[in-house]
């Protein structure tokens, strides 16, 4: 007799209410193994891959891409006995949130129970791409007592292939593509399971699929929510672009913001990291002109604590922290994520490379893990990239101060009463009046412009 298990959509971060349904990886009547990739979901903070906890066969799908779904409401039913060997079990039987494991310890699995009440649905817009998949929070969940059975064709190994990027065998593969190429073959209507990718370990880039569209471009008047009369698009706010407007505002409308401004000549900072570059030290390592601007903070966080505390308006109370989780602002395919790089202020001048490069990479892909993103201290945004002087940055929720760093230019410059040119990098620094004086917080910021003019400032540190 069959053995149906319901899998609840689990809570993947902190506070998660529910999510949306982006990709399906099966279809009912597919065969899955434990830690499978069934689903890929988008929440409020990223765009996460679920495993599944038991093997079996898929019954049914609760929900279709696009639906927005509860936390712990069903999204999928598993028959865990297909060929009728286990106990019979009621298909509208209460689904189990943990498992006994060998030596009789409770090992919690995928999920955590349904709640009360149907799931939120919405149409699908064809203009949404599939954001680019995250490792599985759950990729350590223990499994459970009954080894599954071997698939029945032994999946593909690419060697040196990362394992985020093995193309599965089967009925539930899924194209190796980048979210700007998923969304490009969205838009031009492209299979990206009919393609061969071009790229390394078998990749489809954004060439294979304009090549297989044969050069076309879409048509603003065929993309869904488009008014010819108006010639306006709509589309719904949701996801991480959701999240960010609303935690802006909050932001906004909560914390009294103050903007400071600092013009500062980085020249022996520019000239430092060209002989960096060149020290068998810092082989291999991108220094930015943000890795020794988040160093800066760093140090100037030693000397003006107050930027790096919080206010806490429901206890009445300022909670000054001893460490440093620095948020580096990054501009993806799915609007704008704050990741942090933990103890920041532990690291040295290349650890803050190494981190600031994997972390800035790994927000582009759309790969940033949920937790990732949770308790900052202090941020950084580098308008700088975009060829932009400076702006008046919005302090990220949760936080007191953040700091915008502009675009390094070469200008004229009174160096010992002559004029020559220098490189020069304006400062802006946004902070909560409720925190943070307009003494320490002009101090914070000359500190950090002292550091930049002239890096040798360090030693005093």
């Known amino acids: 007799m069959p053995d149906y298990k319901v899998f609840p959509l689990p809570d993947t971060a902190e506070g998660l209410v529910d999510a949306e349904i982006l990709t399906w990886h099966v279809q009912p009547g597919d065969e899955v193994a434990v830690n499978q990739i069934i689903v890929e979901i988008e929440t409020a903070k990223a765009a996460v891959e679920l495993p599944c906890p038991w093997a079996g066969v898929v019954t049914e799908l609760h929900a279709q891409p696009g639906e927005t779904v509860e ?13 009728g060997a286990a106990p019979t079990a009621s298909a509208s039987a209460e689904p189990k949130a943990e498992e006994q494991t060998e030596n009789g310890s409770t090992a919690m699995l995928v999920g955590y129970g349904p709640k009360s009440g149907a799931a939120k649905r919405r149409a699908r817009k064809d203009t949404k791409a599939p954001a680019a998949s995250l490792q599985s929070a759950f990729a350590r969940t223990p499994a459970p007592p009954t080894p599954p059975a071997p698939p029945a064709e032994p999946l593909p190994v690419v060697p040196d292939t990362p394992a985020e990027l093995m193309e599965p065998a089967g009925s539930y593969y899924v194209p190796l593509a980048k979210p700007p190429v998923r969304k490009l073959a969205r838009e031009l209507g492209v299979d990206l399971r009919a393609l061969s990718g071009s790229g390394a370990s078998g990749v489809i880039t954004r060439e294979d699929v304009e090549r297989a569209a044969g050069g076309a471009v879409p048509d603003a008047s065929t993309v869904e929510g488009y008014d010819p009369a108006t010639r306006e698009r709509r589309v719904v706010v949701k996801g991480v672009r959701k999240a960010t407007a609303q935690a802006m505002v909050d932001s906004a409308f909560t914390a009294p913001h103050v903007t400071e401004f600092l013009t500062v000549d980085v020249t022996p900072m520019m000239e430092l990291r060209a002989k960096l570059r060149d020290h068998p030290a810092f082989r291999g390592v991108k220094l930015t002109p943000l890795t020794f601007a988040a160093k800066a903070v760093c140090l100037a966080v030693q000397r003006t604590p107050d930027v790096n505390a919080v206010f806490d308006a429901t206890a009445g109370e300022i909670i000054y922290k001893e ?22 202020d532990r690291m040295s001048l290349r650890q803050l490379a190494e981190a600031i490069e994997a972390l800035t990479s790994t927000a582009r892909e759309g790969k940033t893990p949920p937790a990732d993103m949770l308790r900052g201290t202090i941020t950084i945004t580098n308008v700088g990239v975009f060829g932009v002087d400076t702006g008046t940055p919005i302090i990220t929720p949760g936080e007191s101060a953040i700091l915008a760093l502009g675009a390094i230019r070469d200008m004229p410059w009174v160096v010992d009463g002559q004029i020559v040119p220098r490189k020069i990098c304006q400062l802006a620094l946004s902070f909560d009046h409720r925190v943070i004086d307009g003494q320490q917080g002009s101090q914070f910021l000359s500190d950090v412009g002292a550091l930049l003019s002239d890096p040798a400032f360090a030693i005093t540190y």
Do not use: M, N, Q
């Not at 460490?323 to 920041?344: E, F, N, Q, S, W």
């Open 323 to 344: 460490y440093v989780h620095l948020g580096i602002a990054a501009a993806t395919p799915r609007g704008l994520i704050v990741p942090k790089v933990r103890d920041a």
């Open 71 to 83: 936390v712990g409401s069903p999204i999928l039913t598993i028959d865990v006995d297909p060929h």
